[in-house]
């Protein structure tokens, strides 16, 4: 299949039901997005990841993800990296995560453990050659120094810092060492001009789009469920803020998705 349409790096399709799915896929195919990562956030659940990634169809493909979320690394088993590794040696799985920090929801105490894990889930990207997909909130400089301390320890992995939402200094350091930036509906919001000014200055090789549905409807669905066919608003909005056609867009951010989850064929 010859992809032209939008893709939705970045959904969690485990929050809909069964029933709803078809005409929530749909849906999304309407919207004119071809492709889809659901992304793991409890390798306890990894196997219901790579069910949905069954989903897909001739004009829509779904991929997944398998890792552990940072809000659930007390509550999940911490592997190693090979461990992590084998549990993504699967055509379905095309990402590890979704890993990192949150300072935001997580205690301090489990700070520790979330760097940790973040550690064995970079591990498991060396490894596998796999792009792991990276959730930060309010904790930039942590984040950026675990990405410096692990590349000139262990050597560059492949990775996406998701749902950017940070400061320019976090964008400078992810680009400097090879990372992709992704945006989400956040982008769209009239609070949000920092984020816009950072998406504007993204290279263009290196800037995909995602929903991070059901969560951050973009405007003008802010308040809804999101869904991973909204994509296209927030698509819209960046490709005008750059000053693109929204076709050229799409080929864009699409072929930028390519490169990095290489295997999402």
Same mark, same amino acid.
Request: glycine share 16%.
């Given at each position: 299949m010859t992809r032209t349409g939008l893709t939705?790096?970045?959904?969690?399709l485990d929050h809909f039901s069964a029933e709803e799915m078809p005409e929530v896929l749909a849906r999304t195919r309407e919207a004119g997005v071809d492709g889809l990562v659901t992304i793991g956030t409890r390798l306890s659940r990894a196997a219901q990841q790579k069910a949905l990634a069954t989903l897909d169809a001739p004009e829509l493909r779904v991929w997944c993800t398998i890792g552990t979320h940072p809000d659930?690394?007390?509550?999940?088993a911490l592997p190693t990296g090979a461990e992590l590794a084998a549990m993504a040696d699967d055509a379905r799985v095309v990402? !590890?995560?979704?890993?990192?920090?949150?300072y935001f929801h997580g205690k301090e105490e489990v700070r520790p453990r979330q760097q940790e894990s973040f550690r064995v889930h970079i591990d498991a990207a060396r490894r596998t050659g796999l792009p792991l997909v990276i959730h930060t909130r309010e904790a930039d400089?942590?984040?950026? /120094?675990?990405?410096?301390?692990?590349?000139e320890k262990h050597g560059a992995f492949p990775f996406l810092i998701h749902c950017f939402s940070s400061g320019p200094a976090l964008a400078r350091g992810a680009l400097e060492l090879?990372?992709? !930036?992704?945006?989400?509906?956040? /982008?769209t919001f009239n609070r949000a001009q920092a984020v816009r000014d950072v998406a504007r200055d993204v290279p263009a090789e290196r800037l995909l789009v995602e929903t991070d549905s059901p969560y951050l409807a973009p405007v003008p669905k802010r308040g809804k469920r999101n869904e991973p066919g909204y994509v296209a608003y927030t698509a819209r909005m960046l490709a005008e803020l750059r000053g693109m056609e929204d076709a050229a867009f799409a080929e864009m951010t699409t072929r930028n998705f390519s490169r990095l989850f290489t295997q999402a064929v």
């Open positions: 939705d790096s970045h959904c969690h659930h690394v007390d509550e999940e990402g !590890i995560g979704e890993s990192g920090l949150d400089d942590d984040t950026l /120094a675990i990405l410096r301390d692990e590349t090879g990372g992709y !930036i992704s945006f989400s509906g956040i /982008a």
